[in-house]
Each structure stands twice: as C-alpha cells, then as structure tokens.
C-alpha cells in the first residue's frame, strides 16, 4: 500500500442477497486529490462510499483509510479515525429539530465536550461562512431553507471537526447550474484552503471536468477505469464511450475547453 | 509525536507583549487555550507563529479572534496559516447567531398568549377539516364509484380484527375487577347478588365502550396521526393532490367509516368479555352458578343499556378518527411534529370521548332510560 494513498480499498465485495453490487473492486484515492466516482444508477457508487465510512459491512475485502484497517473494526476505535472525515450526504441528512448552527456544533459538542458554548458559536459562525452562507441562515431550521442552502448547511456540518477527507454524495444533484456552478467552486476552495481530500460522488459532468483530479467509472461491478479525464476520453469501454461522448458529455467538454480558453 | 498547542508571553522593548505559539493549532489539541486567551488583560501587540507546527481553521480561528480584539499584527504565519487565517477572517461579527431569548415573565405571558390563539385555531381548522370530511362523504354517496373499499376493508383489520386480542384481555380484567370489588362492598350489606346488576349494567352502558374507545384511540387514533403525518413529511399528500385524488376522500373517509363500523362491534365484544369475567369471579367467589347468572342478567339489565352503548360507540369512532387524521394533517416540517401531533390525536381522542361520555350520561338519564 502506497503512503500517500488517504483510502486503499481492495478486492471489495458487496451483494445483497442474489444480487452482486461488487466483485474483487479495488480503489485508491491519494493525497489532496479531488476524486470523482462516476457509474450508472444501481452501479454501487453510494454503497461503495458506505462501505468505506463504515455504514455497510462488506461482503469482503480490505478497506484502508488514513493506513488504518476499517473492516472488523471495534465501534469505539473506529471513532478515532471517523473524526477525521466529514461526509455531506445526498440530501444532507440534517438534523430536522435543530437548527444550522446547532447542527455544525453537534459533532464538536460529541467530541469535545470541554469546549466553551462561546467557542462552539465561533466555530459554527465561521463554518457557515466558509461554506458559502450568509450569517441569518445559522438560526434557521433545515425546513427553512432551499435545497441548495440546505446541502451547504450539510457541508459546513461535515467540515465541523476540520476533517483530512469529505466525502461528498451528489452534491450539486437537485440545484441548478448555477447553484451548482457555485457548489463546485467552493469544493475546489475549500479543498485547496483547507487542504482537503474529496471523495465526491457525481453525476454532474460539468463538475467532473470543472473539479475533479481524477475520475473513477464504475461498471461490471468493479473500477473499470480510473484517472485523469482525458486518460478516460481515450479508453474504449463501451460505457465510458457513451457517457463522455454522448451529447451532454460532448457539451460539458465544450463549456469546459471555453472556461479554459478564457 | 505532535505537540499540544501552546503559547508564552513576553513582553516587548518597546512596550506591550508579544504572544509567542507553538506546537499544533489543532481542534484536537488546543485544549484550554480557549480560556486562556480569554483570560489574558495585557495589552498584545504581536502574534508570533513561527513554531507553530500545524494549524487547522479552530486554531486558525483563535488567532485572528486574538488578534482582531487587541489589534496585535501577527507575524511569522507560514503559507498554511495564513491562509487559514485569511479564510476565517470574513465572518460577520456582529450578528449573534443564538435564537433571541426573552425575559421569563414576557416568556411565561408569551406562552399563554401563543397558547389561546393555537386553541382557538385549532378549533377552526378542526372544524374546517369537519366540513371537509362531510363534504367529501357527501361526494362519495353521489359518486359510490370513487368509493375506496379495498381501503376501507384494510383498516376493518387494523381498526378491529388485530384489537381482538388486547381488548378482549383488557374487558375480560376489567369485569373482574368490577365484580371482585362490587362483591367485597355489596357483601357488607349481605346483597351480593346485585354484583350482577353491577357488572352487567356497567359493562353495557358504560365502561365496555369507554374502555373500548380508549384501548381504540391509543392504538388506532394514534396510528392514523402518524401515518398522515408522515405522509405530509415525504409529500405523498401534495403529490396525491396534484394527480386530483382529494387527501380526504382517499385517507380520511375510509378511516373514520373503518373507525364508526368497528367501535360498536368492538363495544359489544369488550361488554360480552366483561361479562365473562364478571361471570366467572361470581361463579367462583360468590357460587352464583353461570346459568343463574346469564338469567339474572336478562332480568336486571335493560334492553336500553345495550342501545345506550351502540348509539355511543360510532360516535367515539368518529371522533377518535377524526383527530387522528385531523391531527396528521397539521403536521408540518420536521420529524418532531409527526410525534408531537400523534400525542395531540391521542390526548385530543381520549378528552372528547369523555367528555361527549358526560354528556351522555346526562342526556340518557334525562329522557328515561336509566
């Protein structure tokens, strides 16, 4: 296993009953990268990321994160390793009795109790602004807001502990290109702020080709191919063919070669 | 191995203190430096962060709130640090983001305020929702087309056939307890064999119901709140809107018909069980053999009493229905409501039934049948 690899998951097996979500898969992600997980609907991409934090027990196989074995794990040890991640789930699973900032500060209270409630108001002050939202949203209650704040609410939640690694799932799914235009610059800020590693399930071209380092495809119940996009546009598998040839793939490449051109 | 985060003060030639932190500036190991730099009165003109090893944006945070409140300058941030810093430092001040809190007496006055005007519009949407059911049960009798029997015939099984077992328990206990306490009383006067006039005609007119109307609002009462409520939550009830299926016929209707059926059936099996019991204690304490018994009973309980209970029951069926689902239909929100809303149905059931129990009682006595 490779130092600088954050995750390292290796020959996974997941199915449910007759049903086989993941043969033999195998995935790293490095160091600081921003890694987009690409793959059709019922291709295993959420399963995959509950896998690796530990929401699913495998069928088999090995998963590392930060060097640390996470299958067979005792609850209480897995802890130490769970504080250094922050996952912003697809409809962001915010807490529906509390409010924004009373969110943020749930983790921090768990984990540190000690902590003044001034502090704790700080933190969550500057995390919400971090996460790209104006200060009236703290007191708000997750029915309060629009989907869009709502995902950054659960963005500046996973951030609350200052994590290593975000796992992200389908974050700009349900906001429009704008929102998520925006979305996707703040991944890219905050990734380079903070020094993060982005774990990011997608199925927004656009933000694939905006963000991302490297892109994995899942398909045939494993990783078919994984790397920098271009590397995936000069691959022949019939899927990736189509999903980055097809016309919203071609039109995604376009708004991109534009975006850098400029 | 990393280093807690620390800092040192000393004080500068030329006036004013210098605050010198090492180590790692991390939420993990800041520790107490929260009150420390709380607790610090001298005036501090320079941050130094030369040593410091790492820094994350809790720590980031520490020093630019420090730095802010004293107007120190920092110098030595690394790359990371300041840009950490300069992250953080955007965050409107000013603006506190705890809720307002008011002082206890406005709270306390407040309260009852927000407590009259939520009766009051509770007793208007509910009669609101009243009329609605009305008029959708008016619809469905022109149009039987658009009944839903299948719905109807599926909540005849949770309403009634799956309480079978816990009502018959629960009136079963009950006649015994009654005869069992009615014997010990009634023996003091030596006139034990009106146990039997106690136990059938209370079962009957009485208790055989309300117990029933009870043991009915908690399981089904309850069920139809948070069943609707839910519902609300995941937007099933806007959806069926927008397809043109109108929420009262399809959910309400069925409930409350399952609900106005079932009570009376249920009453006569809790009034039939109670008897039982009480049957059963007088055989073996008092030795009134069960066919003196049954024949006592026909003779001492009116024929009224029965049409008392069955005249009652459909009407706590409608009610406990009704605020079941009424109550379902006030949720909004979050999953907090849904709770709050299925204890209301519940509370709300159980109140009017005996409260419309009293009126009764008193409407009965007065026309003759008692």
């Keep these: 296993m490779a130092g600088d690899d954050i995750i390292s998951v290796q020959g996974l097996c ?12 195998d995935l790293d992600v490095r160091q600081g990268e921003i890694l987009g997980v690409v793959g059709g609907s019922g291709t295993g991409k959420s399963v995959l990321m509950r896998s690796i934090i530990g929401l699913q027990e495998p069928t088999a196989g ?20 769970r504080r250094r991640w922050g996952v912003l789930f697809q409809g962001g699973a915010l807490f529906s009795t509390l409010t924004v900032a009373e969110n943020v500060q749930v983790p921090l209270r768990e984990f540190y109790p000690d902590f ?24 708000k209650y997750p029915s309060e807001l629009s989907g869009g704040m709502r995902k950054r609410a659960g963005l500046a939640r996973a951030l609350a502990m200052d994590p290593e690694l975000l796992f992200l799932d389908e974050p700009t799914a349900g906001l429009d290109p704008i929102g998520a235009a925006n979305f996707d610059n703040l991944t890219r800020n905050l990734k380079e702020t903070l020094g993060l590693t982005v774990f990011l399930i997608t199925h927004d071209l656009d933000t694939l080709y905006a963000i991302c380092d490297r892109v994995a495809v899942l398909a045939d119940h494993k990783v078919i191919a994984i790397g920098p996009i271009e590397d995936l546009l000069a691959t022949d598998h019939p899927w990736i063919k ?3 040839s097809g016309p919203r793939g071609r039109a995604a490449r376009r708004g991109h070669a534009k975006r850098v051109d400029k | 191995m990393v280093h807690s985060a620390d800092f040192i003060q000393e004080s500068l030639p030329d006036g004013g203190n210098i605050l010198r932190f090492s180590g790692n500036l991390a939420i993990a190991t800041i520790g107490d430096l929260d009150s420390r730099l709380h607790a610090l009165s001298d005036s501090v003109m320079q941050i130094d962060l030369g040593d410091v090893t790492h820094i994350d944006t809790v720590g980031a945070w520490l020093i630019y709130r420090t730095a802010k409140q004293s107007g120190a300058q920092i110098v030595n941030a690394h790359m990371d640090a300041a840009r950490l810093i300069e992250a953080v430092s955007g965050v409107d001040q000013t603006e506190s983001i705890a809720p307002v809190r008011r002082s206890t007496l406005a709270h306390f006055l407040g309260e009852i305020g927000e407590g009259v005007v939520v009766a009051f519009t509770t007793l208007l949407h509910f009669l609101g929702f009243v009329g609605q059911v009305v008029k959708a049960s008016a619809i469905l009798i022109l149009h039987p087309g658009r009944f839903r029997w299948h719905s109807v015939v599926q909540h005849f099984d949770m309403v009634g056939v799956r309480a079978l077992g816990i009502i018959g328990l629960m009136s079963f206990l009950i006649g015994i307890v009654i005869a069992q306490q009615g014997a010990v009383q009634l023996r003091q006067f030596g006139a034990e064999v009106f146990t039997i006039n106690l136990v059938g005609r209370l079962t009957f007119r009485e208790l055989g119901i309300l117990m029933t109307a009870i043991m009915v609002a908690g399981r089904s009462g309850s069920a139809f709140a948070a069943q609707i409520g839910t519902m609300k939550i995941t937007e099933e009830i806007d959806a069926m809107r927008t397809i ?17 059926i079932m009570m009376p059936l249920l009453g006569i099996y809790a009034s039939l069980m109670a008897i039982i019991g009480g049957g059963l204690l007088c055989w073996i304490i008092l030795e009134i053999p069960p066919a003196t018994f049954v024949i006592r009973l026909r003779e001492v309980t009116p024929m009224t009493d029965f049409w008392i209970g069955m005249i009652k029951a459909p009407v706590f069926g409608a009610i406990i229905a009704m605020a079941g689902c009424f109550q379902g239909m006030q949720v909004e929100g979050n999953s907090e409501q849904v709770g709050l809303k299925t204890t209301a149905a519940v509370v709300q059931a159980i109140f009017l039934v005996i409260v419309l129990d009293a009126f009764f009682a008193v409407f009965f006595s007065e026309i003759g049948w008692d």
Excluded at chain 1, 127 to 137: F, N, V
């Design chain 2, 244 to 260: 043109g299926v109108v929420p009262a016929e399809a959910l309400v209707v069925p409930r409350v018909i399952a609900a106005v």
């Design chain 1, 14 to 25: 997941n199915s449910f009953g007759d049903q086989i979500i993941h043969k033999d898969l």
């Design chain 1, 62 to 81: 090995d998963i590392h994160v930060f060097g640390e074995a996470m299958i067979g794990k005792e609850e209480d040890e897995a802890t130490d390793v």
């Design chain 1, 116 to 139: 003044s409630t001034d502090l704790l108001e700080e933190i969550a002050r500057y995390k919400i602004h971090l996460s790209g939202l104006p200060p009236e949203a703290a007191h």
């Design chain 1, 242 to 244: 189509e999903y980055f």
